[in-house]
């Protein structure tokens, strides 16, 4: 089965095709030559999600998903959010990670979660998926692996970020596995074949 996949984020795409599996065949906007940049000016990542599915099924008449995602960092109430991919203004990752450090210092508060909502709408109906994974923001980036703030970011539990962790070890536990598979689920149950 194929599907439609919201986004123009590569490494998004890479992580959900590797979770989703070979049962389905994820096209990303690229992919099906939508060059468009899709408005996202939600302040929940629910109404994000669905913004980028709304603009595809009202434009084009696709069915499709979409994932609007983010880290939580509790010391700054809950910034960057759904702030996470321009909070330092720019979709620079570097300068985006800088502000974090330089906001957090050394607070010794350091939790934090990276959460995921897939807005999935299929059939005419519209549903949402969610995934949330807990950790803690560390002083230094460490690791080449993974995206975006990865390099900083150590699930509860483990003592690798996650930009140090294989992509299969990210995959087994992120918040977008979480979410993706809640997502294969339900379309392994509603969809034929
Ligand atoms: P699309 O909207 O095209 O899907 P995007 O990158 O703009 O791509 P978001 O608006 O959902 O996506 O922003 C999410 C940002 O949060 C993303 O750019 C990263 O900086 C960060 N992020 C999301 N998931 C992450 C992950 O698994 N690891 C590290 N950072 C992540």
Excluded at 116 to 136: D, K, P
């Amino acid at each position: 089965m194929e599907l439609i996949f919201a986004t123009n984020n590569a490494h998004k795409l890479e992580e959900v095709q590797a979770i989703i599996g070979d049962r389905f065949v994820v096209k990303s906007l690229a992919d099906i030559g939508c060059t468009d940049d899709i408005p996202e000016t939600g302040v929940t990542f629910e109404e994000n999600a669905k913004q980028k599915t709304d603009y595809l099924v009202d434009r084009y008449g696709l069915d499709c998903f979409g994932d609007d995602s983010g880290l939580e960092i509790d010391a700054l109430n809950k910034e960057p959010g759904v702030y996470s991919a321009r909070y330092s203004g720019s979709r620079d990752m570097e300068k985006n990670i800088d502000l974090v450090l330089a906001k957090l210092g050394d607070n010794p508060n350091r939790t934090a979660r990276f959460r995921t909502v897939i807005s999935l709408f299929l059939n005419g109906q519209q549903y949402f998926f969610e995934g949330a994974i807990e950790g803690t923001i560390i002083r230094e980036r460490r690791g080449s692996g993974g995206f975006g703030y990865d390099p900083i970011f150590i699930p509860a539990g483990y003592d690798q970020t996650f930009a140090e962790m294989t992509s299969e070890e990210k995959n087994k536990i992120s918040h977008r596995a979480i979410a993706v598979g809640k997502l294969a689920t339900f379309l392994k149950e509603n969809s034929p074949g």
